[in-house]
């Protein structure tokens, strides 16, 4: 069973979820991209391997083996609680043998992008919702909301930490870093799926850490910064997935303040939060903005937690892909390194 987060909080929804082992899974990936796994995704859904037109977005109520069960593309909880009660009286109607068959063998990836999580490093919870107001009057907005994950590898964590153990050392982030935030987590994905900003869109990224205090192994940090990104709608980071998305003139900016601290002797962040405020404008048509003028600015904010030590949620960030780290392995190079 795959679908999305924002209907699990109906107690129906959850209470019939008992009965089922979930599981998600990023639709583009499975509808376009050439990997096994992919491929047999497709043929459940739509009875052919071949890459799908459209989208495949929604819940599916599937056997291990890969017999689809039932099926709804919606966000309403009164039809999702159906589709689960539907897909469960299929299962419960299946000879034991249907229900024992796994899947092939050949249905694995040799590889996913949650191979390359930094269990050492870094991981965020992101949480990005639409905002009321101007100015420092912003309240929360609309109820919209969104979620992703920000990823970095030990030694890039290492880097929001200054290497003076003195209270008023600073450090600025590393340009690769600030920019990863700007370009790939400073997005308005608050609606709907938007594209990322290339290293040309990068106006400006200012992110600097200080310690504020040294608590025996442990430094305290305050964050600031901010950032703006602006993008013409010229498309410029050539072949990927995100390339078939609508390009159009947008533009995000934003100011961040945060704390954490970070321990020396296990050289790990123990907290770490940061909040970003700020406003968008403009946008693919994908981020749910279809109405607004092209100038019209957004509120938004974005909060970046810590995660915890053993995070069960190791989905990777939206745009992992096109991270540009060593440290990530993409699956085309370890398909192709097996050859």
Not at 48 to 57: A, C, F, V
Not at 91 to 96: N, S
Not at 149 to 163: K, N, T, Y
């Amino acid at each position: 069973m795959a679908g999305r987060r924002s209907v699990w909080g109906d107690p129906e929804v959850q209470e019939l979820a008992g009965g089922f082992v979930p599981a998600t899974d990023e639709t583009w990936r499975l509808q376009t991209s050439d990997d096994p796994q992919a491929r047999f995704f497709r043929t459940m859904v739509d009875g052919s391997p071949e890459p799908i037109r459209g989208s495949r977005q929604g819940t599916y109520v599937c056997t291990p083996g890969g017999e689809l069960l039932a099926r709804v593309n919606s966000t309403d909880p009164r039809r999702i609680a159906e589709t689960l009660r539907k897909g469960l009286a299929a299962w419960e109607a299946l000879p034991a043998e249907a229900r024992a068959r796994p899947a092939p063998a050949s249905a694995s990836p040799a590889h996913r992008f949650e191979d390359s999580f930094p269990a050492d490093g870094l991981v965020l919870d992101a949480v990005h919702r639409d905002l009321e107001g101007s100015g420092d009057a912003w309240v929360p907005g609309g109820g919209r909301w969104n979620v992703d994950h920000v990823w970095f590898s030990p030694d890039e964590a290492r880097g929001w930490v200054p290497l003076e153990d003195t209270v008023g050392a600073r450090v600025d982030l590393p340009r690769f870093l600030r920019e990863r935030l700007a370009r790939f987590h400073l997005v308005d994905n608050v609606r709907g799926q938007e594209g990322p900003f290339a290293p040309e869109d990068v106006e400006l990224s200012e992110v600097a850490s200080t310690v504020v205090a040294i608590e025996g192994d442990r430094v305290v940090l305050t964050i600031e910064g901010r950032t703006r990104t602006v993008s013409d709608g010229v498309w410029k980071l050539g072949e990927n997935l995100w390339k078939q998305f609508p390009n159009r003139p947008r533009g995000v900016e934003a100011r961040l303040a945060g704390g954490a601290v970070f321990d020396r002797t296990t050289e790990r962040f123990v907290s770490f939060q940061l909040v970003a405020l700020g406003e968008s404008w403009g946008g693919s048509g994908l981020n749910g903005r279809r109405g607004a003028e092209p100038d019209a600015r957004q509120p938004l904010a974005w909060r970046f937690t810590r995660a915890g030590d053993l995070p069960a949620d190791r989905v990777p960030p939206a745009f992992i892909d096109i991270y540009g780290a060593e440290w990530v392995q993409p699956p085309e190079r370890v398909t192709s390194a097996s050859h």
